[in-house]
């Protein structure tokens, strides 16, 4: 994803916006796949677990998706952040 982004993106940060997509979104799945592991447990959820899981799975590569978009398409993650700092 950060060769594909420094390739096609116009931003002045492609690798910058390439390692935030990716380490932002693993951050983000490793925090909630910890709080499906602890609080929906599949011995108490036989049912729900399974599907909060793989629910997860789809919406972290979703999301992927669309911050890949964002960082080739559009001004790039690393701009955005610094369009709202000096905001």
């Known amino acids: 994803m950060t ?24 951050h983000s799945h490793i925090g909630f796949d910890a709080v499906l592991v602890d609080y929906v447990h599949k011995r108490k959820f036989p049912k729900i677990a399974p599907v909060a899981t793989w629910t ?11 911050v890949y978009q964002f960082n080739t398409n559009d001004i790039g993650l690393a701009e955005l952040i610094a369009k709202v700092w000096a905001a």
């Open 3 to 26: 060769v594909a982004a420094y390739a096609t993106t116009g931003s002045n940060y492609p690798i910058v916006d390439g390692l935030l997509g990716i380490s932002l979104v693993m």
């Open 56 to 66: 997860l799975r789809a919406t972290t590569v979703g999301v992927l998706l669309g």
